[in-house]
């Protein structure tokens, strides 16, 4: 495994962040075109992949789903048509099933707080598309993107509390964020706040070098996608406020530089980015997006199941290192009394169902065209 260093800081990481990716590979490589990219496109279609069963290199870590699952479908449902126009954007975000997605990443979360980071959960999705998928408005349109980026940045600085001067913003889904605002700024002290709004920041400076390096034409190596992977997948966001979704947790803030914590985060983050590389492929192809692991490593090796079952073996690994850490940081507090201890143990149950709730939202939901598609062995095979 090669080491990558991380150049952006963290919240949840230090500034100098190694993680091992999938395979050995060159920090160098040559640069190519968009034509390139096209040919490496129309070689995915029609491929079939064997995705082997997910869940079972999990299966000794809690999988759940929240008691409100049918409120907070019906409460995102409302929302979303309230505050977004109709149209496709609209009818493709209904069918995504999200209320499902929060209610198995938070299950524990009392329904105001499932409210809280499901909105969160959604309003990430709906930021997003918007840049990283062909139909969306600014998927080609960089300096379009970029005053989105900036004028996100400081509405979400104001609606948690750190600006006080309300930015004139009217984009829509922008907007969307001031419930997730309030809710935070109700719970979180400016320290836990300013920690969160670091993670947002990361993840749309990311969301600009995903889309750089993609407009350039260049087929992106695997050091560079973890580069970008690790804030662009917005896993470190929700994680954030992973201590928010629990009924009264209350951490000190000097918790989160601890290694064992900051490992947690790293893995959880790489485990959800994998998963969703290989079960979103299908949608990915067909929105015209090769700048996720499956394709990567299908460029460097040529053949789609080596990919796959790269992605596989990474992805087992990464259970035995979150695993590790887990272990590792209830030791430092076997001593502590039991309530501490309760929260750790909870905190740490949060971030191992953020990776169990992503595996089976994602072989339900309509949005990756995987449902259904699971055989009696609980692979998937998809034809892309």
Known sequence: MQLLSRQKKSAFWESEHATSIPVRFSSTSKPQTQDERKKLLASLRGQTIRV?????????????????????RQDIRKWLGKTLPPGKALDRLQESDFGHFGATWWPCAPFDK????????VWLFTWDDDIDISSGTMWSELEVA?????????????SLGIDSVRPDVQDRIILNFEFIGTAVRECYTLEQRQMFLREIVFFIEMSEQEQRLRLSGSIATVEEYWHYRLGSAAVAVCLALNEFSW????????FYSDKDVRALFRHTTTLVAAVNDLLSIQMEVKEQAIDSL?????FKFGDMQVAVNKVAAFIQEEVQNLDKAAESLSLKYHDADAAIRQQVHQFIDGCKHYVTGNVTWSLKTTRYGVSGKVNSLGEVVITL
């Not at 082997?52 to 907070?72: Q, V």
């Not at 499932?114 to 959960?121: E, F, I, M, S």
């Not at 499956?294 to 299908?298: A, F, T």
């Open 52 to 72: 082997p069963n997910l869940a079972a290199f999990h299966k000794h870590w809690p999988s759940r789903t929240n008691e409100n699952i049918d409120r907070i």
């Open 114 to 121: 499932l409210k809280a980071v499901t909105y969160l959960a």
């Open 146 to 158: 970029q005053r989105y980026r900036e004028q996100t940045i400081a509405y979400v600085r104001y």
């Open 247 to 254: 009924d009264g947790m209350s951490l000190p803030i000097e």
């Open 294 to 298: 499956i394709p990567i490593l299908y």
